[in-house]
Each structure stands twice: as structure tokens, then as C-alpha cells.
């Protein structure tokens, strides 16, 4: 089993819907989750880091469930500039290096 | 503040060759990594380091080399390049290694070996 899993996608919606992403973490003791933006053929840039409580930046939701090992994004209202691969990191549990998953790909359309 | 810089942003090199991929980071961040991103495959980890002096080997060390002489710096080197070695390469730094306030990337080197 990977230690992080992401549902490559695409996922493909209309502009103003709602997308969710999950990511799933194998080790039980990892202590930093962050979910990352990649454009094509750019650098991954932070997006938002993840709280256990649960944290909110504008259109962006993420979300920590620890019980179950993942954690979400949730995106609402997309627009089309929100079209790019949604990475995962997970950090900690013993760990000196972050792991990514591989990424889930959005596209939004007219 | 520049954040992490990376050199070249693009390179050729002929099988055999050997080059230095270069990384400053100007955030006093005591975690460096390399990361190389091939289609379908995500980040996979080459080498880190949690401080000057300190480096360790990632997920797929085998032929490039690292060092850590100063905090800012942290070169990659090919010691003799092969196709296999085509990729995109990232560099990356945090304030520690757990990350806290998330990783900063450099914006890539593209390396094609002929």
C-alpha cells in the first residue's frame, strides 16, 4: 500500500461547481498535512495547510480526519483558473521526509 | 526575497556528461531537499538535508550526489548523466523538516539527456 493516495482523476466540472478531493495516509502518527497546487509545467505551491479542527480559506475547504486517515479539499464555486493537479503532503510520524501523493488533476470548463 | 533559486531552468547534457544542478534558498531554511517529477510517477525524494553538514539519501539517490556546506546552498550533481536521468528536477526548503509552514520550490530545472 502507498503511504500516500490520491484519485489521479481527471476530475472535470462546470465552472461554479463543487469538487472534493480525499487523499489517504498509511502511517497513523504523521503530524503535518498540506495540500499543494501544481500548474502544468510549474513549481507545486502551497495551497493550505491542514488543521485537525478543520480550516478555511475563501473557496477552499480542507478537512483532517484522523480515525480514517485522509484528508479533503474541497472546492467551491470553481473557476476556470482552479483547473490544475491538487497534490497531498503528509510529514511526521517518526519521518524526516514529507511524502506527496501523486496528484489529482481538475479541470474546469465553460 | 527571492526564495529558493534554481539554475539552470533548463539543460542538455550527452550521455556521460556530469553537471551541477543549483539550489539557494535565502528564507534561513535548515531543510533542503531535491526532488526529480517524471510523468505519471509524482515527486520522488533524491536527497535531503535537515541542516548544513547534514545530507541523507532519498527515495532514488543513485547517481547524484549533494552537499551541504552552508544553509543557502544545496547543489545536485550528476556524476555521469544518462537518459534515464530526463526529468524535471525540483528543490525545495522549509523552516524545519516537519514542514510546519510548508515546503517552497523552486521553479525547476528541465534536463534532457541525449
Known amino acids: 500500500r502507498k503511504e500516500v493516495e490520491q484519485d489521479p482523476g481527471p476530475f472535470n466540472v462546470p465552472e461554479g461547481a463543487t469538487v472534493a478531493f480525499n487523499c489517504t495516509y498509511s502511517?497513523?502518527?504523521?503530524?503535518?498535512f498540506f495540500w499543494y497546487r501544481q500548474d502544468c509545467r510549474k513549481e507545486p505551491k502551497l495551497l493550505m495547510s491542514?488543521?485537525?479542527s478543520g480550516n478555511e480559506d475563501g473557496r477552499f475547504t480542507a478537512q483532517l480526519n484522523r480515525a480514517s486517515q485522509y484528508i479533503s479539499l474541497l472546492i467551491r464555486d470553481s473557476k476556470l483558473s482552479d483547473s490544475a493537479t491538487y497534490l497531498c503532503?503528509?510529514?511526521?510520524?517518526?519521518?524526516?521526509?514529507?511524502?506527496f501523493g501523486r496528484g489529482t488533476s481538475l479541470i474546469v470548463h465553460p | 526575497n527571492a526564495g529558493v533559486t534554481q539554475t539552470p531552468k533548463f539543460q542538455v547534457l550527452k550521455t556521460g556528461q556530469s553537471m551541477t544542478l543549483q539550489c539557494a534558498q535565502d528564507?534561513?531554511?535548515?531543510?533542503m531537499s531535491w526532488y526529480r517529477q517524471d510523468p505519471g510517477m509524482g515527486l520522488r525524494l533524491i536527497h535531503y538535508?535537515?541542516?548544513?553538514?547534514?545530507?541523507d539519501q532519498g527515495e532514488v539517490p543513485n547517481g547524484y550526489n549533494v552537499s551541504r556546506s552552508t544553509t543557502e546552498d544545496f547543489p545536485l550533481r550528476l556524476l555521469s548523466a544518462a537518459p534515464s536521468q530526463t526529468s524535471v528536477y525540483f528543490c525545495?526548503?522549509?523552516?524545519?523538516?516537519?514542514?510546519?509552514?510548508?515546503?517552497?520550490f523552486g521553479s525547476g530545472t528541465r534536463l534532457t539527456v541525449v
Open positions: 525545495a526548503s522549509s523552516y524545519s523538516n516537519l514542514g510546519r509552514d510548508g515546503y517552497t
Open positions: 502511517n497513523s502518527a504523521s503530524q503535518s
Open positions: 491542514v488543521y485537525s
Open positions: 503532503v503528509v510529514n511526521g510520524g517518526g519521518s524526516y521526509i514529507p511524502t
Open positions: 528564507m534561513n531554511h535548515e531543510y
Open positions: 538535508s535537515v541542516g548544513a553538514g547534514i545530507t
